[in-house]
């Protein structure tokens, strides 16, 4: 798996755990293979595993309405899922799931690597600030190695939330603040060696 293409090809033939009996097409991801931004959420629903693409129900159209209000689309950012395939009746994903898709996602990081990732709801971020919970953190950008885990809450949550929508928007506003951070930062470094960036720099999103 040592393409995103190779990657794809071997969830769609993956059997590695029980959900590959009830779906109907496994969900890889989609997206720019270049992009600075990972979208991850939790899992196909019913539209999602009808066409072997991610977020293309409801929830993909707020998220899409969420991109456009920082000026991208979904062909800007790569778009992924915690579990490749549709949990039945939308339940959520068992722990041998998600252990089982694990090494798809972890690919798909390493070969993307972004600079920010965005977890969309609880499983997303659990999978990695597992302490953390997203009523406390959303909207935080908090370091994670060499990049940054940006927690936001899953846009089905605003679906039956409706005052969460204005919270996912406020948010994902921060987003392209946060990629002008790291750019001044990275520029920073190629220059001349500086002190590691302030945690005050990061409360200011």
Same mark, same amino acid.
């Given at each position: ?9 071997? +969830? ?33 629903? &019913? ?13 993909? *159209? ?6 456009? =209000? ?6 800007? +950012? #790569?778009?992924?899922?915690?579990? *490749? ?13 998600? *252990? ?14 972004? *600079? ?6 609880? &499983?997303?971020?659990?999978? &990695? ?9 959303? !909207?935080?950008?908090?370091?994670? !190695?060499?990049? #940054?885990? &940006? ?10 939330? !409706? ?17 002008? =951070? ?24």
């Amino acid at each position: 798996m040592d393409t995103i293409k190779a990657l794809e090809q071997a +969830v769609a033939v993956c059997t590695d755990c029980r959900l590959c009996e009830t779906r109907t097409f496994s969900v890889p991801g989609e997206g720019s293979e270049t992009s600075d931004i990972l979208f991850i959420g939790e899992g196909p629903g &019913f539209h999602e595993d009808q066409q072997g693409r991610p977020f293309v129900g409801p929830s993909g *159209k707020l998220l899409d309405d969420l991109l456009g =209000l920082i000026g991208l689309s979904r062909p800007d +950012v #790569y778009i992924a899922n915690v579990v *490749k395939c549709r949990p039945p009746n939308n339940r959520d994903p068992l722990p041998e799931e998600i *252990k089982a898709c694990r090494k798809y996602l972890d690919q798909q990081i390493r070969l993307i690597d972004p *600079k920010v990732i965005v977890t969309l709801g609880r &499983f997303s971020l659990i999978r &990695f600030l597992p302490q953390e919970t997203i009523s406390k953190v959303h !909207g935080q950008p908090r370091l994670w !190695g060499h990049r #940054y885990i &940006f927690p936001m809450y899953h846009p089905a949550a605003a679906l039956h939330q !409706g005052n969460l929508r204005h919270v996912l928007e406020e948010d994902m506003r921060k987003l392209p603040v946060l990629l002008q =951070l790291i750019q001044t930062e990275s520029l920073a470094e190629e220059n001349v060696a500086e002190e590691p960036p302030q945690p005050e720099q990061l409360t200011m999103l």
